[in-house]
């Protein structure tokens, strides 16, 4: 199976701020990487697919980079409604495993 | 509009069967994988297996295998995810998604189904 990690595991920012979350994988998955938002209580959100593809409906503020084993979230001027859980998942390869999260707060 | 709906919070006992649906609207049901994903609480997010509604063909994560069993009943596009001999591990919410064609990204969620595993 393909394991994948997210740091850091948690950050504190401020409104305004951007920040960036960086997710690995255990062996190469192409662009198979997909980022979610899951805010409490609800189902999570997909933001980016493909790696770098905004998803229809998500603010261009967030945006996904890398191939291979590494990959990047970035939000540039983080809102109040950015803060939330992120959660990387790879599509490439069965079990689809998702990353650890990482909890952004103020 | 694409919806996900599913069936409502469920009780169960260790080592009975929960069986959780998944009613689709507003697409037409065969042309998309679902896959399930559960979250047992304050914990992150776990891929269990997806189901083509076309075929029903199925892919399980190993951890899962024997254990779960995703169906569909396309003439009411309705998907079902059963999970037998529960334990108190199974505790957790469940969700369906509808993916991406392209690269298997869920795109549209349910609102997530509550399974309490207790004795």
């Known amino acids: 199976d393909i394991q994948m990690t997210q740091s850091p595991s948690s950050l504190s920012a401020s409104v305004g701020d951007s920040v960036t979350i960086t997710c690995g994988a255990t062996?190469?998955?192409?662009?198979?990487l997909n980022w979610y938002q899951q805010k409490p209580g609800k189902a999570p959100n997909l933001l980016i697919y493909a790696a770098s593809s905004l998803q229809s409906g998500v603010p261009s503020r967030f945006g996904g980079s890398g191939s291979g084993t590494d990959f990047t979230l970035t939000i540039s001027g983080l809102q109040p409604e950015d803060f939330a859980t992120y959660y990387c998942?790879?599509?490439?390869?069965?079990?689809?495993?998702f990353g650890p999260g990482t909890k952004v707060d103020i | 509009q694409v919806q996900l709906v599913q069936s409502g919070a469920e009780v169960k006992k260790p080592g009975a069967s929960v069986k959780v649906s998944c009613v689709a609207t507003?697409?037409?049901?065969?042309?998309?994988?679902i896959h399930w994903v559960r979250q047992a609480p304050g914990q992150g997010l776990e891929w269990m297996g997806w189901?083509?509604?076309?075929?029903?063909?199925?892919k399980y994560a190993q951890k899962f295998q024997g254990r779960v069993t995703m169906t569909r009943y396309t003439a009411i596009s309705t998907a079902y995810m059963e999970l037998s001999r529960l334990t108190s591990d199974d505790t957790a919410m469940y969700y369906c998604?509808?993916?991406?064609?392209?690269?298997?990204?869920?795109?549209?969620w349910g609102q997530g189904t509550l399974v309490t595993v207790s004795s």
């Open positions: 507003g697409y037409t049901f065969t042309s998309y994988f």
């Open positions: 062996q190469s998955i192409n662009s198979y």
């Open positions: 189901i083509n509604p076309n075929t029903g063909g199925t």
């Open positions: 998942q790879q599509t490439y390869s069965a079990p689809f495993t």
């Open positions: 998604a509808r993916t991406i064609t392209a690269n298997q990204a869920s795109e549209f």
